[in-house]
């Protein structure tokens, strides 16, 4: 089994994850870091992935590609996401990460 951790903010974190008290670890591995502002999200746009399209808001783009990345979140979200429920959910993870003034969101 290999594990990996996503990164929402830059910077370095711990290489491992240890769940469990002090005399007993229930999970003690290693893991894949993944730094997400570090990824460009035009490079991921238009996968088929539903996770990585949800993503795409906390990845590295050009401020003025900011609507087409969050146009691109969404689609996916419409696309692969097929319970309702779910569209609510990550929807409002796509929007807290995209994080657009009241004026943006009215344009």
């Known amino acids: 089994m290999i594990f990996v951790a996503i990164f929402l903010r830059s910077g370095s974190g711990p290489d491992r994850l240890r769940l469990g008290e002090d005399r007993h670890a229930?999970?003690?591995?290693?893991?894949?870091?993944?730094?997400l502002r570090a990824?460009?999200?035009l490079d991921c746009q238009d996968s088929d992935d539903l996770?990585?399209?949800l993503a795409l808001p906390t990845m590295h783009f050009l401020t003025e590609r900011r609507r087409d990345i969050y146009?691109?979140?969404?689609?996916?979200l419409i696309q692969f996401a097929g319970v309702p429920n779910r569209r609510s959910k990550y929807g409002d993870f796509i929007d807290y990460y995209a994080n657009f003034t009241d004026e943006e969101q009215a344009r």
């Open 26 to 35: 229930y999970l003690d591995c290693r893991y894949i870091a993944c730094d």
């Open 39 to 41: 990824r460009p999200a």
């Open 51 to 53: 996770v990585v399209r």
């Open 71 to 76: 146009a691109a979140a969404q689609i996916g």
